[in-house]
């Protein structure tokens, strides 16, 4: 199948850096969640997946070149290289074009626009979030699901995961 195909290849590219495949299986798997309890199937769960998996994949272009991996710099390399692999893979070049705008802009809210963008927003933020210090900051964590989440499948994990009764 297709999404292990593109699993493979990023495992490739992330070879060097193990914790960059971890936290790409851990997204992928929080997209599948919210994606089951969304009611998302057929294609659109197949692209999700694929732009989960691809989402930080202009990590290490980004490391080589401007020796950072801030966001900024993964959107700008993370397309080109994710384009390759999905040409390889023969997506349809209009879902090629949707994946790699997502990827371009995964950390800039202010471009979602649509529930497959959520989704990997949401599924990437449940990681992100588990560097907080869920102890010490339940207000800050709790804005931030607040005002992050969209989906109720996501808010309902973000808030079971990191806010404590």
Not at 79 to 97: C, G, K, T, Y
Not at 137 to 162: H, L, M, P, V, W
Request: proline share 2%.
């Amino acid at each position: 199948m297709r999404k292990e195909n593109i699993i493979q290849q990023m495992k490739e590219i992330f070879k060097d850096i193990p914790f960059g495949i971890d936290h790409t299986l851990k997204v992928l798997k929080n997209a599948e969640e919210i994606m089951y309890g969304e009611n998302i199937s057929g294609k659109e769960r197949e692209l999700i997946s694929i732009v989960a998996i691809l989402h930080d994949i202009g990590a290490v272009e980004a490391q080589r070149k401007y020796d950072s991996i801030e966001g900024v710099y993964q959107e700008k390399e993370g397309p080109s290289v994710a384009r390759e692999i999905l040409v390889s893979e023969n997506l349809d070049p209009n879902d090629i074009e949707r994946i790699c705008y997502i990827i371009g802009n995964h950390h800039t809210p202010s471009k979602i626009d649509g529930i497959d963008f959520q989704i990997q927003w949401e599924a990437d933020l449940l990681e992100n979030l588990t560097v907080m210090d869920k102890q010490k900051e339940q207000e800050k964590i709790k804005n931030c699901i607040d005002s992050n989440f969209k989906t109720i499948t996501g808010k309902k994990i973000a808030y079971s995961r990191f806010i404590e009764d």
